[in-house]
């Protein structure tokens, strides 16, 4: 078992960065690959970015890739999604995800979820 703890969302203007964390504790952060994941209302989860167990490798979504980077500090059991230029439709709810296994961009892939942190993005 793994607990997810989002943190660092808020209100920002477009353009604006933001870097949101996740902690976990009940397991080493290592042994799991991670993810983040983000639904707007009316929509459905999506995957936003994924890391390895080791940080080696990192997968992205294509309306994220270049503006977003995602990254682990194993030693603080945490893992990062740095955001910047922010856009509108990058608001939405933001969650982190754990799964024991190599990286997947499947919402159902993971097993341990957060309980989301709000990102708000004024034009």
């Known amino acids: 078992q793994v607990q997810l703890v989002e943190s660092g969302g808020g209100l920002v203007q477009a353009g604006d960065s933001l870097r949101l964390s996740c902690v976990a504790s009940?397991?080493?952060?290592?042994?799991?690959?991670m993810g983040w994941f983000r639904q707007a209302p009316g929509k459905e989860r999506e995957f936003v970015a994924a890391i390895s167990q080791n940080g080696g490798s990192t997968y992205y979504s294509d309306s994220v890739k270049g503006r977003f980077t995602i990254s682990r500090d194993n030693a603080k059991n945490t893992v990062y999604l740095q955001m910047n230029s922010l856009k509108p439709e990058d608001m939405a709810v933001y969650y982190c995800?754990?799964?024991?296994?190599?990286?997947?961009?499947?919402?159902?892939?993971?097993?341990?979820w957060g309980q989301g942190t709000q990102v708000t993005v004024s034009s």
């Open positions: 995800a754990a799964r024991a296994s190599n990286p997947s961009r499947a919402t159902s892939a993971y097993g341990y």
């Open positions: 009940g397991r080493t952060c290592s042994r799991y690959t």
